[in-house]
Structures are given as structure tokens and as C-alpha cells.
């Protein structure tokens, strides 16, 4: 497709319970970023994969949080045992290179709710 | 590290006046900075960024926005604001002195513009 997709758009989930969010990054685009927003807040930044770079998971709240980037495109975001303060949009973006200069396309995120 | 700062919540403007949504930033390089918005149940949108150059970059929907080094602001204008415009917007930066630097996100400024 021509922009980044998200997918589930919504997810309700038991606490304690595993959830795995997608993200497709548009073709050829070589960094991809995860944020977090939680109810009309600002983005909070999860995660970064620049190229073929070690990530940058700096922004992971907890080791309950992981994600992957299997071959260079689609990306996973992997919540294990799921708490009701995870409950947020999550965001995926990409951009065309890693370097500074280019800005980034997000998807239309994930509605994520812990019940 | 860097970070970007947006002082006002909430800015309210009368249709066809003049707006400004304020921004500024730390960085330790020189900064690359970007303008979003976010309509409502709408994922973001890129508007305008400054690498380099003018210091007045233009950008999409009749935005505007300046860059003043010795301030660190990257306030966002529009000279005649339409109730259309109405959403939350973001500034954002990343610091030059790193290739590989991530995109940080500021809390957001709604923007209400009344008929």
C-alpha cells in the first residue's frame, strides 16, 4: 500500500494476557519507530530501527515490552502479560532513511485496551 | 539529550485571526525539527520541517513556521486561521550531531479556532 499500516486498528484484551500489534512500513523505507499515546496525550517513544543498526529500545517502559523488524520491512510489537495501564494508542512510523533529514509517516495506530 | 517543549496546552483563536502554536528545543547538534497534526480519530499528519536554509518554512494547508537559533523556537503561524484547522499539533525534534538519532515528540497543543 502507499502508507504505513497498522494492524489490529482495535484490540481488547484481557489483563495478563499476550498482544502482538503490526506494523508495514511504506516500501523501501529503511527506519520504522513505535510510540505510545495515551488518551488525546503527547507520543511517548518506544522504540527505533535505523537500517541494519542495533535499535534504539531506550523508550521501552518495561520488559514486558519488545519488538522486532524481520527483514528490513514489518514490524511486530510484542506486550507479554498485558497490564491496564498499557491501554493507549500505539503509533508506527516510518521513514525513507535513518539520517536526520527526512520526516516520518505514521499509520493510524493501534487502539490497544486492557480490560 | 534532546527534547522539545510546547508551553500551551490549549490556544484559542478566532476564525481569520492570526495564529501562533509555540515551540521550543534542546539539542546538542544542530536540530532537524517537524510540525504535525492530529484531527480526531485521525493519525498524524506531517505538515512542515526545517533542516537547514530559510529560517521561514512553509508547509502544507497554508502553514508557516520560523526557526530562531538563538530563541531554540520553531513556532508554528498561520496568518488567517479557518475552523477547519482545528486539532492537536505536535512538534518535534531530532538532534544533527547524531545519524541516528530518534524523532522526540513534544505533549501537544490543541488548537481551537472559533467561527
Known amino acids: 500500500g502507499a502508507g504505513v499500516s497498522q494492524s489490529p486498528s482495535n484490540k481488547v484484551t484481557e489483563k495478563g494476557k499476550d498482544v502482538e500489534l503490526r506494523c508495514d512500513p511504506i516500501?523501501?523505507?529503511?527506519?520504522l519507530y513505535w510510540y505510545r499515546q495515551s488518551l488525546g496525550q503527547g507520543l511517548e517513544f518506544l522504540i527505533y530501527?535505523?537500517?541494519?543498526?542495533?535499535?534504539?529500545k531506550s523508550g521501552l517502559p518495561s520488559d514486558r515490552f519488545s519488538a522486532e523488524r524481520t527483514g528490513g520491512s514489518v514490524s511486530t510489537l510484542t506486550i507479554q502479560r498485558t497490564q491496564q495501564e498499557d491501554s493507549a494508542v500505539y503509533l508506527c512510523?516510518?521513514?525513507?532513511?535513518?539520517?536526520?533529514?527526512?520526516?516520518?509517516?505514521f499509520g493510524q495506530g493501534t487502539r490497544l485496551t486492557v480490560v | 539529550a534532546q527534547s522539545v517543549a510546547q508551553p500551551e496546552d490549549q490556544v484559542n483563536v478566532a476564525e481569520g485571526n492570526p495564529l501562533t502554536v509555540k515551540c521550543t528545543y534542546s539539542?546538542?547538534?544542530?536540530?532537524?525539527l517537524f510540525w504535525y497534526v492530529q484531527y480526531p480519530n485521525r493519525g498524524l499528519q506531517f505538515l512542515l520541517k526545517?533542516?537547514?536554509?530559510?529560517?521561514l518554512v512553509k508547509g502544507s494547508y497554508g502553514f508557516e513556521a520560523e526557526f530562531n537559533k538563538s530563541q531554540t523556537s520553531f513556532h508554528l503561524k498561520k496568518p488567517s486561521a479557518l475552523v477547519s484547522d482545528s486539532a492537536l499539533y505536535f512538534c518535534?525534534?531530532?538532534?544533527?550531531?547524531?545519524?541516528?538519532?530518534?524523532?522526540?515528540f513534544g505533549s501537544g497543543t490543541r488548537l481551537s479556532i472559533r467561527p
Open positions: 530501527f535505523q537500517g541494519n543498526s542495533a535499535p534504539d
Open positions: 526545517y533542516i537547514t536554509g530559510d529560517n
Open positions: 539539542v546538542s547538534g544542530n536540530p532537524y
Open positions: 516500501s523501501g523505507h529503511t527506519a
Open positions: 518535534a525534534v531530532r538532534d544533527g550531531a547524531s545519524s541516528a538519532s530518534k524523532i522526540i
Open positions: 512510523a516510518s521513514s525513507l532513511r535513518w539520517t536526520g533529514n527526512t520526516e516520518a509517516f
